[in-house]
């Protein structure tokens, strides 16, 4: 049952789109999983040639820019780019990246190695933890 709930009470809202090469978007994380990839068409899971899962990591939050709920699906290279970000920032194992800023650019495209395959998108990212407000003291 916990996992129905989890389904109807799951922060979220549109996914990011980037419309051209030098688009920032920006997101206040408030919910981050690692979820499985699938097909956009069929909804099947996808796996890659072994039988492994493929994965992605799904960042839930605000647009710090427009107050909107929005998603981030990071995977490939955008996701290489995420990573980058977290360890620019000193992220470790055991740190929280809810109430941080994720900001990912859309910097250019890559021909692909595949006759007939679209360019693959290249990224760049930068993370910022969220900042502790001490109150007063007593």
Known sequence: MSDIIGELT??????AKWDAVGDVRRITITDVEKRQVTDF?????QTWPN?????QFVFSGTDPDTGDETRFFCKGFQLGAVKEALRAAGVTAGDTLTGG???????GEEPSKTKGMSPAKTWSAQYKAATAVVGDLI
Do not use: M, N
Request: no cysteine; glycine share 18%.
């Open 10 to 15: 799951r922060p979220g809202g549109p996914s």
């Open 41 to 45: 068409v069929t909804g099947e899971p």
């Open 51 to 55: 039988g492994d899962p493929k994965w």
């Open 101 to 107: 800023t994720l900001a990912i650019k859309w910097t």
